[in-house]
């Protein structure tokens, strides 16, 4: 069964640090992987995706590496603002379905 | 250019009860799909469609029914609540298939059943 872990849970960070969220899968054959954040009563929006051939893609401050030997993903978030608090989903996919992280809660504080 | 939008954004439901969740989009895209979150777990696929007048199975479908009249619009119903049917439930929409085109969310539609 395909599964998407992702670590930590939650995690709270001073406004202008930096974090590290991190995501595994055993998903097989893969295609791609992408990062979604979700805002508190909104839905998903995509950050970065990812194929086979690509170990980093950055967004602004965010900045996704993967591994596809050892099937792992981080997202990386430099120099947080208020409005990174979120929700920060790893979606991991073969060529027709999706599956879901459980997602990691970010909360940014001033 | 609105993207997706959920009617309505919130609702209670009696067990047994009957609702429509209702999902348009603007995008001229051919896929949509409906998904549920639940506190711990990552987003589900309940059921999905390839065009205007189909409709396929996901990965939970027990309990719930859709339709596809146009091409922008895609229905959920829940013919009788359950309290297991709470949930935030969300419609996503792509042009394409493959995973590779990307999938856009609706905001959500947050769904109690007591």
């Known amino acids: 069964k395909n599964q998407v872990e992702q670590s930590p849970q939650s995690l709270i960070i001073l406004e202008g640090k930096n974090c590290t969220l991190q995501?595994?899968?055993?998903?097989?054959?893969?295609?791609?992987l992408r990062w979604y954040k979700q805002d508190t009563g909104r839905g998903p929006v995509s950050l970065t995706i990812?194929?086979?051939?690509?170990n980093t893609k950055s967004n602004g401050r965010y900045t996704a590496t993967l591994d596809a030997d050892t099937k792992q993903s981080s997202l990386h978030i430099t120099a947080s603002q208020l409005s990174d608090s979120a929700s920060y989903i790893c979606?991991?996919?073969?060529?027709?379905?999706?599956?879901f992280g459980a997602g990691t809660t970010v909360t940014v504080r001033a | 250019n609105a993207g997706v939008t959920q009617t309505p954004k919130f609702r209670v439901l009696k067990t047994g009860q009957s609702m429509t969740l209702l999902c348009a989009q603007d995008m001229n895209h051919e896929y949509m799909y409906w998904y549920r979150q639940d506190p711990g777990m990552g987003l589900r696929l309940i059921h999905y469609s390839v065009g205007e007048g189909t409709t396929a199975k996901g990965e939970v479908p027990d309990g719930y029914n859709v339709s596809r009249l146009k091409k922008q619009n895609f229905l959920l119903g829940l013919e009788s609540a359950a309290p297991s049917q709470t949930s935030v439930y969300f419609c996503?929409?792509?042009?394409?298939?493959?995973?590779?085109?990307?999938?856009?969310f609706g905001p959500g539609t947050r769904l109690t059943v007591t």
């Open positions: 995501c595994n899968y055993t998903v097989s054959p893969f295609s791609n």
């Open positions: 979606v991991v996919s073969d060529d027709y379905k999706l599956s």
């Open positions: 990812m194929t086979f051939s690509e």
């Open positions: 996503a929409s792509s042009y394409g298939e493959r995973t590779s085109y990307e999938q856009y």
